[in-house]
């Protein structure tokens, strides 16, 4: 059969979920389908597509948010590097559940250092999402400072931006823009997650500006003597803050079910520079 007329049939979705159900692996269920005349692509694409929607009905059951399209790098055939336009990046540990990725060399040193003079005259105390009126406030759990450059404000940002939009396969106009943080002896960011909380009265007022955020992207710009990792407590992983490195994380839906918990530990010695890219699901506006 030719690839134009293999439909997907309402009765192959449902043979293939209960294929799952009775549990059977995904290559043997491709191996069955191929042998009754499948082809791979049309068959691989169809196993795909059904199980999440399968997944998705049964979450939402269960009382969680519908998943969403999430910002996703690729690396289906396990990369050491990403052609991220105008920079080869190193995929240095990837992890499906959460989709965890620590990508090496996504900035060099001098861009590291560009970012960080040009923020630091317009540095002030960081500021979170109140999410009870849909504005922002200060919060204990949040002691660094920090600033926001426009989306595109300058070459060195469009460039960052561009090679980000490459990197994880999201459009530059779905990110916020880019924000830079500087983080002193003792200051840290507690575990928070960065999807904003459907049961929140503010958030519907957030949501207007790009729908929720689906993806983060924290690269570290300068190393602190001691401490500053990014943790993810419940994977109970440790990123450390290397210059040039960063780590990308993503949630389809804005639920703990994600175990995208996450925090910047306190700075035991010297000071750490991050910079901080929030994706949404749609162009942030």
Request: aromatic content about 8%; hydrophobic content about 35%; glycine content about 10%.
């Amino acid at each position: 059969m030719s690839t134009t007329t293999q439909k997907v049939t309402p009765q192959l979705r449902q043979w293939i979920v209960e294929q799952a159900q009775a549990g059977h692996g995904a290559d043997a269920v491709l191996k069955a389908m191929l042998a009754a005349g499948w082809q791979e692509d049309v068959a691989v694409e169809a196993m795909e597509a059904t199980l999440r929607g399968h997944l998705d009905q049964q979450a939402v059951r269960q009382g969680l948010p519908p998943a969403l399209d999430v910002p996703d790098p690729d690396l289906d055939e396990s990369p050491l590097y990403i052609d991220a336009g105008d920079r080869r990046v190193h995929v240095l540990q990837a992890m499906a559940m959460p989709r965890i990725v620590v990508f090496g060399s996504l900035l060099s040193d001098v861009e590291c250092e560009e970012l960080i003079a040009l923020a630091r005259p317009r540095l002030a105390r960081s500021l979170t999402v109140q999410t009870q009126t849909g504005g922002e406030e200060v919060n204990q759990d949040r002691t660094s400072n920090g600033m926001f450059f426009q989306r595109g404000e300058n070459e060195l940002v469009r460039r960052i931006e561009a090679r980000i939009a490459r990197l994880v396969n999201w459009p530059v106009d779905h990110g916020e823009g880019l924000q830079i943080l500087q983080y002193g002896p003792g200051a840290e960011y507690k575990p928070h997650y960065d999807y904003f909380d459907p049961d929140q009265p503010g958030t519907p007022t957030i949501l207007k500006r790009g729908g929720q955020r689906v993806g983060t992207l924290v690269m570290y710009l300068g190393e602190p003597e001691k401490g500053g990792g990014t943790v993810f407590p419940d994977v109970h992983l440790e990123v450390a803050p290397k210059r040039g490195n960063a780590v990308f994380f993503s949630y389809e839906r804005p639920h703990p079910s994600t175990k995208t918990l996450h925090g910047g530990t306190p700075v035991g010695a010297g000071e750490k520079w991050i910079a901080t890219k929030w994706l949404r699901e749609r162009p942030f506006v």
